[in-house]
C-alpha cells in the first residue's frame, strides 16, 4: 500500500464549477501538508500549504485536513480554463523529513 | 533568481550509453532533490542532498545511478549504462532548512532511451 493516495483522474469540470481533490493516506505522522500544481511539460509548483489540521484559504483556493481520517482535500471555486493542471498532494513528518508525493490528479476546465 | 536550472531540457539516447543531467539549485538552498516522474509510477524521490553531502540514496533504483553535488551550485545524476525503462521525466529540486513547504522545481529532463 502507498503511503499517499491520490485519484489519478482525469476529472473533467466545465468552467465556473467547484473542484474538490482529494487524496488519503497512511502514516499519522504526517504534520505537513502541500498541494503542488503541476502545468504540461513543467516542474510542480507549490500552491498552498498547511500544518497539522484544519483549513486555509487562499483567494479562491482551500485546503482542508482531517487527520482523524487522514484525509486532506484541494476546493477550487470558480474554476477557470487557467486551472487545468495536474494537482498533486504532498506531505511530511517535519521540516527535515523528505516529502512524499501523491500520483497527482488531472484536472481539465471546459469553457 | 533564475530557479532551478535543469540541463538538457530534452535527452534522446541509445540504450546502453551514459547518461549525464545537470542541475543547478537556487543560491543559498542546502537541500537538493532528484525525482523521477512517469505515468505509472508518479513522482520518486531517487536521492538528496543536504550540504553537498548525500543523506538518503534509498530511492535509487540500481547502481547503475549515481549522483554527486561537488559544490553547493550544481549536482549531477548519471545513469550508467541507460536502459529502455529508465525513459522518464527527471526533476530537481532545492529547498531551504526548514522549510518542507519550499521545495522549488526544476522544469526537468525528459528522457527517452531507444
Known amino acids: 500500500q502507498k503511503e499517499v493516495e491520490q485519484d489519478p483522474g482525469p476529472l473533467s469540470v466545465p468552467e465556473g464549477a467547484i473542484v474538490s481533490l482529494n487524496c488519503t493516506y497512511s502514516?499519522?505522522?504526517?504534520?505537513?501538508f502541500m498541494w503542488y500544481r503541476q502545468y504540461s511539460r513543467k516542474g510542480p509548483e507549490l500552491l498552498m500549504y498547511?500544518?497539522?489540521?484544519g483549513n486555509k484559504e487562499d483567494g479562491r483556493f482551500t485546503a482542508q485536513v482531517d487527520k482523524s481520517s487522514k484525509y486532506i482535500s484541494l476546493f477550487i471555486r470558480d474554476s477557470q480554463p487557467s486551472d487545468s493542471a495536474t494537482y498533486l498532494c504532498?506531505?511530511?513528518?517535519?521540516?527535515?523529513?523528505?516529502?512524499?508525493f501523491g500520483s497527482g490528479t488531472r484536472l481539465s476546465i471546459r469553457p | 533568481d533564475a530557479g532551478v536550472i535543469q540541463s538538457p531540457r530534452h535527452e534522446v539516447t541509445e540504450m546502453g550509453q551514459e547518461v549525464t543531467l545537470r542541475c543547478k539549485p537556487i543560491?543559498?538552498?542546502?537541500?537538493l532533490f532528484w525525482y523521477r516522474q512517469t505515468m505509472m509510477r508518479g513522482l520518486e524521490l531517487l536521492i538528496y542532498?543536504?550540504?553537498?553531502?548525500?543523506?538518503?540514496d534509498s530511492g535509487m533504483p540500481e547502481d547503475r545511478f549515481s549522483a554527486k553535488m561537488p559544490n553547493a551550485s550544481f549536482s549531477t545524476l548519471k545513469i550508467q549504462p541507460s536502459e529502455p525503462r529508465d525513459s522518464a521525466v527527471y526533476f530537481c529540486?532545492?529547498?531551504?532548512?526548514?522549510?518542507?513547504?519550499?521545495?522549488?522545481f526544476g522544469s526537468g529532463t525528459r528522457l527517452t532511451v531507444v
Open positions: 529540486a532545492s529547498s531551504l532548512a526548514g522549510q518542507p513547504y519550499g521545495y522549488t
Open positions: 502514516n499519522s505522522a504526517f504534520q505537513y
Open positions: 498547511t500544518y497539522s489540521s
Open positions: 504532498a506531505m511530511s513528518r517535519s521540516s527535515a523529513s523528505k516529502i512524499i
Open positions: 543560491s543559498g538552498h542546502d537541500y
Open positions: 542532498f543536504n550540504n553537498n553531502v548525500p543523506i538518503d
